[in-house]
T-cell receptor, first 112, second 112 residues
Framework: TQLLEQSPQFLSIQEGENLTVYCNSS?????LQWYRQEPGEGPVLLVT?????EVKKLKRLTFQFGDARKDSSLHITAAQPGDTGLYLC????????????FGKGTKLSVKP | DAGVIQSPRHEVTEMGQEVTLRCKPI?????LFWYRQTMMRGLELLIY????????DSGMPEDRFSAKMPNASFSTLKIQPSEPRDSAVYFC??????????FGSGTRLTVV
């Protein structure tokens, strides 16, 4: 069974700090997606990474896919209260759409 | 596009009653997914459809759960009879090929 472990589970920081959250697996994924979920809403796709070693930037967010395609990280620079939410990673095996496995997420709180 | 539309947003029902959750996917998307989210287990895939055909329902907890997709613009998830352990947030998501999922806002189900 493929599993995605996310760490830390909870993170509370002050506005302006930097942070990194991690997504790890013992399995190889053909692609990995990151979502952000705000309270009372569904997850919203932030980025998809497909190549080992790939780095993508989205304003203050930097996403990296591990060389072996088993892990990924999300780095946020100068966090803002608007970054607060649950960050989910999801891995696909390149096969059927239904094989998108979600981690349990990192709950981030950014205090002003 | 209005996005993925789910109804109702909240449902409170008594144990033993039938519950029907509804979903309208994004027009043109060929995949539809039903997920359940709890604090303990995170996001769990229940069932998914491709071009209105159920592909994998191995995540459906038991025979009390059923899902249909009679056409490309509508899907239902039914629980009969409902039990307190079914209490969760149920999400519908749709996608076109493998370009990331668009989630609805979810239905928060409480079975008392």
């Amino acid at each position: 069974t493929q599993l995605l472990e996310q760490s830390p589970q909870f993170l509370s920081i002050q506005e302006g700090e930097n942070l990194t959250v991690y997504c790890n697996s013992s399995s190889v994924f053909s692609s990995l997606q990151w979502y952000r979920q705000e309270p009372g809403e569904g997850p919203v796709l932030l980025v998809t990474v497909v190549t080992g070693g790939e780095v993508k930037k989205l304003k203050r967010l930097t996403f990296q896919f591990g060389d072996a395609r088993k892990d990924s990280s999300l780095h946020i620079t100068a966090a803002q209260p608007g970054d607060t939410g649950l960050y989910l990673c999801a891995g696909g095996d390149g096969g059927s759409q239904g094989n998108l496995i979600f981690g349990k997420g990192t709950k981030l709180s950014v205090k002003p | 596009d209005a996005g993925v539309i789910q109804s109702p947003r909240h449902e409170v029902t008594e144990m033993g009653q039938e519950v029907t959750l509804r979903c309208k996917p994004i027009s043109g998307h060929d995949y539809l997914f039903w997920y359940r989210q709890t604090m303990m287990r995170g996001l769990e895939l229940l069932i998914y459809f491709n071009n209105n055909v159920p592909i994998d329902d191995s995540g459906m907890p038991e025979d009390r759960f059923s899902a249909k997709m009679p056409n490309a613009s509508f899907s239902t998830l039914k629980i009969q009879p409902s039990e307190p352990r079914d209490s969760a947030v149920y999400f519908c998501a749709s996608s076109f090929l493998y370009y990331g999922y668009t989630f609805g806002s979810g239905t928060r189900l409480t079975v008392v």
